[in-house]
C-alpha cells in the first residue's frame, strides 16, 4: 500500500446525527483514491462512519501504511488529531487536508501533521507520494500545494496548485472501495429508502462568512451534463437508491447548465427524486418548474 486514505467521522460520536441518521459517504477521499488508483498508487481506504475509533488503531497496526492521509473539518478536528497521534506512534508519515487543516495549518502541523494538503488533493498527493516515499517529509519547497514545516522548525507555504480546470478528466469516485450497501441500510432502516450522494460542480463564487473556500476557492468549475448523466446512470446500476442528494454548494448557479442537464437526463429517460442546496437569488420560476420536473422534492 502507498497510501491509507481516511476521514475522522465516527457516527457514534455525533448525537445529532444519530438522531437523523443520515449519513453519506465521504466523497473527497473517494474521489482521491479513484485518481491516485488511476495513476498508478496502491491506495486504501478507511471509511470511520460506521466505525468504532479503536478500531482505527487496530487498522494501522495491522497494515502498517508508509503514509495515511486524512481529511478533516471543523466537526472532525479532535477526532483527526488523535489518529494523527496514532499514525506517527506507529510510524506512518501523515498528510491532512481538507477546510480545517488549510486553514489552520500551523496547528495540524504541531499536533502531528507533516505535511498539510492546501487546495484540491488529487495533483498534488500525486506528485507528493513518490517524493515522501522516496526523501520524507523534508525538501518539499518544489511541491506545490502544500504547508509543511522546515528542517529549522519555519513553517514554509509552498506556491499554491492550479484548480484542475477540467472536472470531466476526472475518474468517478471510488464507491467501490468503501461499504456503500451499509449507507444504503441506515438510511432504509431509519428512513424507509436510501440514498447517494454526487457532485457536479467545484466551488462558489459567493462569499458567504460561515463557509470555508479553502479547499476548491472561489472558483467554479462544472462537469459537462453529459458526464454527470454518466455517473447518474452508473450510481443506479450498481446501487439502486431510491434518491439522490447533490451535494454542490449551490446547484443553480447556472440556470442554462441545468437546463441542459434536466435535458440530458430526460433523453435517458433517468427519472429519480433528489434533494439539494441553492439560493434564493439563484432560483426563478423557470429554474423551479426544471428542477421540479427533474425530480426535487
Given at each position: 500500500m502507498d497510501i491509507l486514505l481516511t476521514h475522522g467521522y465516527f457516527i457514534r460520536d455525533d448525537p445529532h446525527e444519530q438522531a437523523v441518521?443520515?449519513?453519506?459517504?465521504?466523497?473527497?477521499?473517494?474521489?482521491?483514491?479513484?485518481?491516485?488508483?488511476?495513476?498508478?498508487f496502491d491506495v486504501g481506504v478507511f471509511d470511520s462512519t460506521f466505525q468504532e475509533p479503536g478500531a482505527f488503531r487496530q487498522f494501522i497496526e495491522r497494515t502498517r501504511p508508509p503514509i495515511v492521509g486524512i481529511y478533516a473539518n471543523l466537526i472532525t478536528r479532535g477526532s483527526v488529531v488523535r489518529m494523527a497521534r496514532v499514525c506517527r506512534e506507529l510510524g506512518s508519515i501523515v498528510v491532512v487536508g481538507g477546510p480545517e487543516p488549510a486553514n489552520y495549518p500551523?496547528?495540524?502541523?504541531?499536533?502531528?501533521?507533516?505535511?498539510?494538503?492546501?487546495?484540491?488533493?488529487?495533483?498534488?498527493?500525486?506528485?507528493?507520494?513518490?517524493?515522501?516515499?522516496?526523501?520524507?517529509?523534508?525538501?518539499l519547497d518544489?511541491?506545490?500545494?502544500?504547508?509543511?514545516?522546515?528542517?529549522?522548525?519555519?513553517?514554509?507555504?509552498?506556491?499554491p496548485r492550479p484548480f484542475i480546470p477540467d472536472l470531466d478528466g476526472l475518474p468517478f469516485p471510488d464507491r467501490d472501495a468503501i461499504d456503500v450497501?451499509?449507507?444504503?441500510?441506515?438510511?432504509?432502516?431509519?428512513?424507509?429508502?436510501?440514498?447517494?450522494?454526487?457532485?457536479?460542480?467545484?466551488?462558489?463564487?459567493?462569499?458567504?462568512?460561515?463557509?470555508?473556500?479553502?479547499?476548491?476557492?472561489?472558483?467554479?468549475r462544472r462537469r459537462s451534463p453529459q458526464n454527470v448523466a454518466d455517473e447518474v446512470a452508473l450510481i443506479l446500476d450498481r446501487y439502486r437508491p431510491d434518491i439522490l442528494w447533490y451535494a454542490d454548494d449551490v446547484f443553480t448557479i447556472s440556470h442554462q447548465w441545468l437546463a441542459l442537464y434536466a435535458q440530458e437526463l430526460a433523453q435517458r429517460r433517468i427519472q429519480i427524486p433528489f434533494e439539494t442546496i441553492s439560493r434564493e437569488d439563484r432560483l426563478d420560476e423557470k429554474s423551479i418548474r426544471t428542477l421540479a420536473e427533474m425530480g426535487c422534492f
Open positions: 441518521m443520515k449519513p453519506y459517504p465521504p466523497l473527497g477521499i473517494l474521489y482521491l483514491s479513484s485518481y491516485l488508483k488511476a495513476a498508478g500551523d496547528e495540524y502541523l504541531a499536533r502531528g501533521a507533516d505535511v498539510v494538503v492546501a487546495g484540491e488533493g488529487e495533483r498534488t498527493l500525486a506528485e507528493l507520494l513518490p517524493h515522501l516515499d522516496r526523501y520524507g517529509p523534508r525538501n518544489q511541491i506545490r500545494g502544500i504547508v509543511y514545516r522546515r528542517e529549522d522548525g519555519q513553517v514554509e507555504r509552498t506556491e450497501a451499509e449507507y444504503s441500510r441506515v438510511w432504509r432502516d431509519h428512513h424507509g429508502q436510501s440514498s447517494v450522494s454526487l457532485i457536479t460542480a467545484r466551488g462558489c463564487p459567493y462569499t458567504c462568512t460561515w463557509c470555508s473556500h479553502a479547499v476548491f476557492g472561489s472558483s467554479h
